[in-house]
């Protein structure tokens, strides 16, 4: 039998208890996952190996980038850097954390997109018409000493594992910026000057088994509001990029990071380099698990192309410079959507 909403707003605690998913989760039928007709080979999007970055085999490496972030706007990452312990203990204490009684999760529940620290369901609960399968925890993290305190006291050990996680995170974050910048033919620190005094998120999803996941998703097709965003993800497959009019599923790697160029890139690449469509499905009898960290620009910062990008009519600047605050105001005045937010900021052509 569907269930009426249960009382509480979380999915994770009704979800176990219903054959079939309430009609609030149900998408129309032209907007349903179409699971079979998913692409599912092994090697979707390209796996890059980070140990030689600083070392003789830079040129290729940044090579590499450059093909992934023109040609899927997704990459993987291994020798990535960030100590495998460090991300065995943010799995397991994010997976904790779920695991809590209600009330403990609710504690930190709103549906304010502006609180720095919330628990939530779905993507933006005051938008979204049809709900999606999934609850979260989203905290600001950098500076962590600015933000610490707020993040949740238990489990005991969240704050510390969270704190070395968005660190060590960053610090990869920042070679990647580097890189991508080196393979656009700009200085290396260009992004992450444009990035003004930079801003750092993280998402901890938590998807539940879902008893009919073909009529609903984790999250819809979206494209990400970042510079790039960088995904830690358990070994449950869920996540699918949308290439070549189709989408792909994407596998996970043990001890591997996904990639993905955001939204801020792509203005700042004039387009070279693109944000691409994905989504996270869901499955009927596993629990998913999957955190990703968003790396912005501050919101004092500005954004436009690269004037080394524009080259008069040969290549037009596609955006005009914006005030990112602008941008960000726009992406959480509305639920999420496959039409990027991008569009209100294209430089005119007449």
């Known amino acids: 039998m569907a269930a009426p909403l249960a009382s509480n707003p979380l999915v ?28 599912t080979s092994s090697d979707t999007i390209p796996l890059i190996d980070l140990r030689d ?31 495998e312990s460090t991300v065995d203990k943010m799995l397991a204490v994010a997976r904790e ?18 609180k720095t620290t919330r628990v939530s369901t779905s993507f933006n609960v005051s938008a979204d018409k049809i709900l999606n399968w999934r609850d979260y ?42 890189a991508i ?6 200085e290396r620190d260009h992004i992450s000057n444009r990035l003004g005094t930079h801003a750092q998120h993280m998402a901890f999803n938590y998807y539940p088994p879902c008893p009919e996941p073909e009529l609903t998703y984790g999250l819809p097709g979206h494209k990400d509001p970042t510079a790039i965003t960088v995904l830690l993800q358990d070994q449950v497959s869920g996540l699918q990029v949308f290439k070549d009019d189709k989408w792909v599923a994407v596998y996970p790697i043990p001890n591997t990071f996904t990639v993905n160029i955001g939204d801020q890139v792509q203005v700042i690449s004039n387009e070279k380099y693109k944000s691409v469509l994905h989504r996270a499905v869901v499955n009927t009898d596993k629990e998913r698990l999957s955190i990703p960290t968003f790396y912005f620009p501050s919101t004092d910062a500005v954004i436009g192309p690269a004037q080394e990008l524009i080259n008069g009519q040969a290549s037009p600047a596609v955006y005009k410079s914006f005030p990112f605050v602008e941008y960000w105001d726009k992406f959480w005045d509305r639920s999420l959507a496959t039409a990027s937010c991008l569009d209100a900021f294209k430089a005119s052509t007449t």
């Open 12 to 39: 994770s605690d009704f979800a176990s208890s219903v054959n079939h998913i309430p009609s609030t989760y149900v998408r129309p039928i032209s907007d349903r996952p179409k699971l079979s007709q998913v692409e």
């Open 53 to 83: 970055l600083h070392g003789p085999n830079r040129v290729e490496i940044i090579r590499q980038i450059a093909y992934a972030c023109s040609t899927y706007g997704f990459f993987q990452i291994k020798n990535h850097g960030v100590p």
């Open 97 to 114: 954390f779920f695991h809590q009684p209600e009330s403990e999760r609710m504690k930190y529940y709103s549906a304010d997109s502006t």
């Open 137 to 178: 925890l989203r905290l600001h993290c950098f500076p962590v000493k600015d933000f610490i305190d707020e993040w949740p006291e238990n489990p005991v050990s969240f704050k510390e594992i969270t704190a070395e996680y968005a660190t060590s995170v960053r610090a990869l974050v920042l070679r990647l910026l580097e």
């Open 181 to 186: 910048s080196e393979s656009l033919g700009l």
